[in-house]
Every structure is written in structure tokens, then in C-alpha cells.
């Protein structure tokens, strides 16, 4: 494989996200919660970068890394209770919540099942299987219960400071819901976007 090729779509994927994090950022309704939010992005690009050449990911999990980007610049900028675009979803169904931070956990389930479906099998030695889609599964409910102790933690020491980040909106069970949001999200992603994932593996080997 050319490896100019293959930072192509990184390259654009670091672009968007320029444009994106200076939009985000300009004037964020909270700013200690814009940075919590995007900081998983921020994270990510350095690392994108260091692991290309060695590396490179498929087009489909780098659009699913860069659309997930997206959906936490958007929350940072206005909280995810109060995204305009999930007030529209809520009036338009008739919800009692604007469900933005469903979403969001649901993106965090469906792009980690592809990017570590992928990290498994190139560099796991895993095969492709009911095996490999129940660990892949089962590590992303672990990410969405390790990110769920970070909001409890940044509850605990940021006090009524944390509760833009933690988003409840006053639901008892949002930490369930997010929890099932991922999970609906990984097996989605699974159900949908595996013969994808496979023919662009398939290519990353020949």
C-alpha cells in the first residue's frame, strides 16, 4: 500500500476537525465542558498521526473516528442538553428530553465496534466470527462503563460544575440508558457495516 495514499483521508479528517474544534471552541456555552467533551478528539488526532504509516486504518473506520469527532464538537459547544438539532428531534417526536446525549452515546458505541473489530483482527490475531463480535461487543460496554466512573468522578470533584458534562437532564437512569445506547450502537454497527469492514480489510491485505 502507498502510504501517501493512505494519509489522505487523515488529512482531511485533521481539516474538518481544525474548522470543527475552532467553531466549537469560539464561544462555548460552558468552557471547562467544551474541553472535557473534545479532549477524547484531541487524544485521538496525535495518535491517528504517529500510527499511519505503521498503521493506517481503513476509510470506513477513520469517516466513523472522524464523524464521532464531530458529534462531541458539537456537544462541547452547547452541552448536549441543549444541541438545537436535538430540540428539533425533540419536538418532532414528542420527547420529554432533547436526546442529543443518546445519540452521543449510541456513536459511542457504533464507532469503537468497527475501530477495535479492526485493531483485533490485524493486530489480535483474532478471526472473524460470533467469537470476535461478542469481545468487541463486550469492550465497548467496557469503554461506555469506564467513561460513565469519568463522569462520576468529574461529579464528584467538580460538584454542581459537572452537571453540563453529565447531562442527566434530570433522569435517574441516564447512566443505564447510556450504558444501553452504546450497546445498541456496537451491535448496529455489527449488523450493518461488517461486509463493508470486511472488503476494505480484504484490500488493506492484498
Known amino acids: 500500500m502507498n502510504p501517501a495514499f493512505s494519509r489522505i483521508p487523515l488529512i482531511g479528517l485533521t481539516l474538518i476537525w481544525l474548522i470543527a474544534l475552532i467553531w466549537s471552541g469560539w464561544s462555548p456555552y460552558d468552557r471547562a465542558t467544551w474541553w472535557m467533551e473534545v479532549a477524547p478528539a484531541l487524544i485521538a488526532i ?29 456537544g462541547g459547544a452547547y452541552t448536549y442538553a441543549r444541541v438545537p438539532v436535538g430540540f428539533a428531534v425533540q419536538d418532532w417526536l414528542g420527547l420529554a428530553r432533547n436526546p442529543y446525549d443518546r445519540f452521543g452515546h449510541f456513536m459511542q458505541g457504533f464507532v469503537p465496534a468497527i475501530v477495535l473489530r479492526e485493531l483485533l483482527l490485524r493486530l489480535g490475531g483474532l478471526r472473524r466470527g460470533a467469537l470476535l463480535a461478542s469481545l468487541v461487543v463486550a469492550s465497548c460496554l467496557a469503554v461506555s462503563a469506564t467513561y460513565e466512573l469519568i463522569e462520576f468522578g468529574a461529579a464528584m470533584a467538580l460538584g454542581q460544575g459537572a452537571d453540563e458534562f453529565l447531562g442527566t437532564q434530570g433522569d435517574p437512569w441516564d447512566t443505564q440508558w447510556d450504558m444501553l445506547m452504546c450497546l445498541i450502537g456496537a451491535i448496529t454497527a455489527l449488523l ?3 461486509p463493508l469492514h470486511n472488503r476494505q480489510l480484504d484490500q488493506l491485505e492484498d
Not at 47 to 53: I, R, Y
Not at 59 to 71: E, N, P, R, S
Open 46 to 74: 496525535p495518535v491517528l498521526w504517529a500510527s499511519a504509516q505503521r498503521l493506517p486504518l481503513t476509510t470506513l473506520a477513520l469517516t466513523l473516528i472522524g464523524l464521532h469527532g464531530l458529534v462531541l464538537m458539537l
Open 192 to 194: 450493518v457495516l461488517v
